[in-house]
Each structure stands twice: as C-alpha cells, then as structure tokens.
C-alpha cells in the first residue's frame, strides 16, 4: 500500500506561537537593572519562563502552556556570561532529574549531564568559563527532527527504506513516515513503531533510532527483516510540540496518546487510524509505542512494559521482555519483573479515562499478537546512565528481541 516561547524577566510575561515559531519579547527589567547576560528560549524546543533576575540568582518555572496541571519540562539558553556563577531557581516540585540538568556547550550539538552535585533541592548553579558565550540547559537530551535527519543521511541511499510524509501538523510542518525491511513485495510480517507521542519524552528518540540502525545495518539481523518484516514507523507524532518545545504529557482537551478514541483532533493520529488497518491485511504482529515515563522514582527509574488488560497480550509482552534478557548486550537493564500489570499502580482503567491510548487501539487490530507501550527513563536505568550512546544500544537490544520473537512465531 503507498502512502521555544521566549521568557521575559516579568512574571507577568505570557508566552505565544505565530503560525508555529517562537515569538519573541524584549524584556524590560533585564534593561532597566543593567543584567548584562540574557536568558531566552529562543531556540528549537525552547521553553522557560524567567520569573525574576535578582544579582547571579535567576528564578524561572516551566512554560505550561496548554498542560492540565503540573510536567518537568524545560529547555533555555544564556549569553553573555562568561566568568560569571549564576544559579538557577525552580520552584517546588523540583522539575530537575536525578542526573542534575543536560548542558550543551556548543550551540545544542552535543550534551552530557551535570551530575546531581550540582544541584540543591530545586536549583542548580553554573559556572561559566571566560570562552563560554553560548551555554544551553536542559532538562533532558534533546532528541528533534535535526537528529532524525542526520541520522537519516547516514544510512541512505537504502534499498530496505523510504521515507514518506505521514501528516501534516496544524503549523504546516511535515511528519514523516519511514517504512524499512522488506518494503518491496509481499512480508511476512508488519510492525508499527512510533514515538513521542508526548512531545518532551526525547531520550525515547535515541532508542527508535538505535533500532532502525540495527535493523538497517546488523548483517545478521538486518537481514532477516529485510526478506520477512515490513517496519513502519512515525518518529514523531506531536511534531509541533517537539519543536516548540511543548510538555506534550496531559496537553488540554487530551495529548496524542489519548487521541485514539472517537474522531481523532491531530492529525497524525487521525491519518495513522486511516491507514494501518489496510496496510495490515493482517499481517501486523506488533506494534510497539516509545515513551520515558515520570521524572523519578523507583518504578520510573526502571525500563519497562506497561501492561495490557487484554490477557493474551499480556502473555506476549512477557514473552518480549524474557527475550530481551536473553538477547542484551547494551548497558541497559531490564527484568520482566519491572512491567506493570494492569490492575497495579497507576496503570489502571482511571489513566485512560480521558481517551484511548496508541498500545490499546492496536491491541484491537486484526492479528496483532505484542502492542505495548515501553517506558524508557530519561537519566537513569539501575543506577546506569542513559545518554545517547546507551540509548542507541538499548534500540538495538529490543531490535534483537523483535527479530527473535518475529521468529518464534513460524
């Protein structure tokens, strides 16, 4: 089948989008108290509110925007203040994770953690060296269409993958489909994988990434799903909230993932509910849904499976997980004793009570045997780091447990 706002120093200040960029405001009380650095967010997946500048300490919250209640995510920039120590305030909860903030100091091409030294309750300090003019923080690491695109170029030209527009967002930007494995001529099998569903849940970019280079490259792996499974995939299903730099998580009236339901109002999930059912003809055997769960705690510092209520499905996503044990080989733990069934904590029929989820909706489809959506942590797994190099890793561990449990099914 074919196919950031930008902060002002007023706590006051609101924050808007102009057909889908960030508009920007000039902010009085930096000018009027001679600040001579800005703080702004004025860059791709910016978001924060400066609240108030006083001396070296500056106070900010998280832009909410249209969030029923309270989500972590942040992402601003500061210039111009090189040899100086500032420090960072943040309201309670703290909206800072277990491994402090991610800092990039070269314009947002690489980013490392700072570690949780840095950090006292909800606020963090910096001290910038004389060379630095340009210091991005983060509450995570970044994952956004610049780096699906890099990654992109650098396994095509292939014959095993193609690359499509799915969508288009109501800003008018593209999202892409890409379908990878045997994507000429009949399969024997069909799998859906998508991802941020959520707009701030970015170290689950690095994991879809690490599969489509594993099934793309392994010789072994690569292989088999090029003579038998057909992927498709949507890396980015709130394209808009990824770039603006939305939280994405609980957006009003429902957030993507609760979109499922009824007459879907996004239109990456409306053309998705469109098209799989025909592209299936029966044939799709799992559908697999990326997120990171919340900012911490025990659970949400543990990868794992959130458990369907259908039975049947609840047996294959045990199965999945039992593999993935047998098959790893990254840094990245995970037990089969870490999925939540449903029934237990929060994973209950209350959650769903806005909508229906993307791992439901494809529980129902026609042969499915494994849908599920994977909670990957933004930081930390057992006390291991997640980064982009280990990220990439823990993708290409569940691409060695999806070709093996493909292959179980003969």
Same mark, same amino acid.
């Given at each position: 089948?074919?196919?950031?706002?930008?902060?002002?120093?007023? /706590? /006051?200040?609101?924050?808007?989008?102009?057909?889908?960029?960030?508009?920007?405001?000039?902010?009085?009380?930096? $000018?009027?108290?001679?600040?001579?650095?800005?703080?702004?967010?004025?860059?791709?997946?910016?978001? $924060?509110?400066?609240?108030?500048?006083?001396?070296?300490?500056?106070?900010?919250?998280?832009?909410?925007?249209?969030?029923?209640?309270?989500?972590?995510? !942040?992402?601003?920039?500061?210039?111009?203040?090189?040899?100086?120590?500032?420090? @960072?305030?943040?309201?309670?909860?703290?909206?800072?994770?277990?491994?402090?903030?991610?800092?990039?100091?070269?314009?947002?091409? &690489?980013?490392?953690?700072?570690?949780?030294?840095?950090?006292?309750?909800? +606020?963090?300090?910096? #001290?910038?060296?004389?060379?630095?003019?340009?210091?991005?923080?983060?509450?995570?690491? *970044?994952?956004?269409?610049?780096?699906?695109?890099?990654?992109?170029?650098?396994?095509?030209?292939? *014959?095993?993958? %193609?690359?499509?527009?799915?969508?288009?967002?109501?800003?008018?930007?593209?999202?892409?489909? =890409?379908?990878?494995?045997?994507?000429?001529?009949? *399969?024997?099998?069909?799998?859906?994988?998508?991802?941020?569903?959520?707009?701030?849940?970015?170290?689950?970019?690095?994991?879809?990434?690490?599969?489509?280079?594993?099934?793309?490259?392994?010789?072994?792996?690569?292989? !088999?799903?090029?003579?038998?499974?057909?992927?498709?995939? $949507?890396?980015?299903?709130?394209?808009?909230?990824?770039?603006?730099?939305?939280?994405?998580?609980?957006?009003?009236?429902?957030?993507?993932?609760?979109?499922?339901?009824?007459?879907?109002?996004?239109?990456?999930?409306?053309? =998705?509910?469109?098209?799989?059912? /025909?592209?299936?003809?029966?044939?799709?055997?799992?559908?697999?849904?990326?997120?990171?769960?919340?900012?911490?705690?025990?659970?949400? #510092? &543990? $990868?794992?499976?959130?458990?369907?209520?259908?039975?049947?499905?609840?047996?294959?996503?045990?199965? @999945?997980?039992?593999?993935?044990?047998?098959?790893? &080989?990254?840094?990245?733990?995970?037990? %089969?004793?870490?999925?939540?069934? @449903?029934?237990?904590?929060?994973? %209950?029929?209350?959650?769903?009570?806005?909508? &229906?989820?993307? +791992?439901?909706?494809?529980?129902?489809?026609?042969?499915?045997?494994?849908?599920? %959506?994977?909670?990957?942590?933004?930081?930390?797994?057992?006390? /291991?780091?997640?980064?982009?190099?280990?990220?990439?890793?823990?993708?290409?561990?569940?691409?060695?447990?999806?070709?093996?449990?493909?292959?179980?099914?003969?």
């Amino acid at each position: 089948m074919a196919f950031g706002s930008v902060a002002t120093a007023a /706590a /006051a200040a609101n924050s808007y989008f102009d057909n889908g960029s960030p508009v920007t405001f000039a902010s009085k009380l930096q $000018i009027e108290e001679g600040v001579n650095f800005s703080i702004d967010a004025n860059l791709p997946a910016g978001n $924060i509110i400066v609240e108030k500048i006083d001396g070296n300490d500056i106070y900010l919250a998280q832009d909410l925007r249209d969030t029923e209640g309270w989500w972590f995510y !942040w992402k601003f920039r500061v210039a111009g203040a090189a040899g100086k120590k500032l420090n @960072f305030h943040f309201p309670e909860p703290s909206p800072i994770g277990v491994r402090g903030p991610a800092i990039s100091k070269d314009g947002g091409l &690489k980013w490392s953690w700072m570690g949780g030294s840095t950090v006292k309750d909800s +606020s963090f300090s910096y #001290e910038f060296n004389a060379d630095e003019k340009d210091v991005r923080f983060c509450f995570t690491i *970044p994952y956004q269409d610049k780096d699906l695109q890099l990654f992109l170029k650098s396994v095509m030209p292939n *014959p095993n993958l %193609t690359v499509e527009e799915h969508s288009r967002t109501k800003a008018g930007r593209v999202v892409q489909r =890409l379908r990878l494995g045997k994507i000429n001529g009949e *399969p024997k099998y069909r799998v859906l994988l998508t991802c941020r569903h959520h707009a701030c849940e970015s170290m689950a970019g690095f994991v879809l990434e690490g599969m489509m280079e594993h099934m793309l490259t392994n010789a072994k792996d690569s292989q !088999w799903f090029c003579d038998n499974v057909e992927v498709m995939t $949507i890396p980015f299903m709130d394209m808009d909230g990824v770039e603006a730099g939305d939280q994405g998580k609980n957006r009003k009236p429902h957030d993507h993932n609760r979109d499922y339901l009824g007459e879907s109002i996004y239109n990456s999930v409306k053309q =998705l509910r469109n098209d799989v059912p /025909a592209w299936s003809e029966g044939k799709l055997k799992g559908a697999l849904d990326l997120h990171c769960p919340y900012i911490r705690g025990d659970d949400h #510092e &543990k $990868i794992y499976l959130v458990g369907s209520s259908n039975t049947g499905i609840w047996l294959q996503q045990t199965r @999945f997980s039992s593999i993935f044990e047998s098959v790893r &080989k990254g840094p990245l733990d995970h037990k %089969t004793s870490d999925n939540i069934p @449903f029934g237990q904590a929060w994973n %209950t029929d209350k959650n769903y009570s806005s909508g &229906k989820s993307f +791992s439901r909706w494809a529980s129902e489809l026609e042969g499915m045997k494994l849908a599920s %959506t994977i909670e990957i942590p933004y930081a930390t797994v057992r006390g /291991a780091a997640v980064t982009p190099l280990s990220a990439r890793a823990l993708g290409r561990d569940f691409a060695r447990t999806l070709c093996k449990y493909l292959e179980e099914l003969d």
